[in-house]
């Protein structure tokens, strides 16, 4: 039994050696699709903030990602080496944005696609993504979520404020709350399209201050 799986894993390896033709074919064709990947980046990151470094890192992934593929597949040793050696590998820098991860996703997604020699899935995924991307792109977005930071005296009427709320926004949420003996801070979550009228409202109540309105996007931490 052991020659036989011996024997079975040994024909395995064997009928993978990789000639140098493939070799170029399989990175020549990663460069290009690296450059894909930097140029569809590029391009969507138009609105957003743009780090040139990550769009670098994900040019490059591809063709690193295809070249491990390639030598696990060309040698039994390698390949088990380069699991364990993977497999301790720590990455301590935060992604910060979601889209980020999805490129970074694709990029290792079609390395490892491109490592096996199957050039026209990766082809079909890269046309697939890019599409579904830019079509998500262009649906129109919910109305911003702000947070309204109101500062009044300790003679502050809490309910004047709600009330103002009231004749511009539909929904409001008191998110933090804190009273002191100097005065009442208050921070709310609201949305509407009439932000100076409010402001101008809400900063000529009693009482008051000063107020301000606040974009954020995702969950506030206070």
């Known amino acids: 039994m052991n020659d036989i799986i011996k024997n079975s894993i ?22 290009l699709f690296s450059l894909y990947i930097y140029g569809i980046y590029y391009l969507s990151q138009k609105k957003g903030f743009y780090n040139k470094q990550f769009n670098v890192v994900l040019g490059v ?35 910060k944005e979601p889209k980020d991860l999805l490129f970074l996703f694709w990029s290792i997604s079609v390395g490892i696609i491109l490592g096996a020699r199957n050039y026209v899935l990766a082809f079909a995924v890269c046309m697939v993504v890019t599409i579904v991307l830019f079509l998500l792109e262009l649906l129109p977005e919910g109305r911003a979520t702000m947070l309204l930071v109101v500062n009044m005296d300790k003679d502050g009427n809490e309910e004047e404020i709600l009330s103002i709320l009231s004749k511009y926004v539909r929904r409001s949420k008191i998110k933090t709350r804190n009273r002191t003996m100097d005065g009442l801070d208050m921070i709310i979550e609201c949305g509407t399209k009439k932000e100076s009228e409010l402001l101008e409202e809400v900063s000529a109540a009693g009482h008051v201050r000063s107020v301000s309105m606040i974009a954020h996007d995702g969950e506030a931490v206070y």
Do not use: C, D, H, K
Request: charged share 5%; net charge neutral.
């Open 61 to 95: 992934l591809p063709i690193i990602t295809a070249g491990i593929i390639l030598a696990m597949q060309s040698n039994l040793v390698i390949s088990l080496g380069m699991v364990g050696a993977l497999s301790i590998v720590r990455f301590r820098t935060a992604v």
């Open 10 to 31: 040994l024909e395995a390896v064997e009928g993978n050696t990789l000639s140098m033709w493939a070799i170029y074919v399989t990175l020549g064709t990663g460069i």
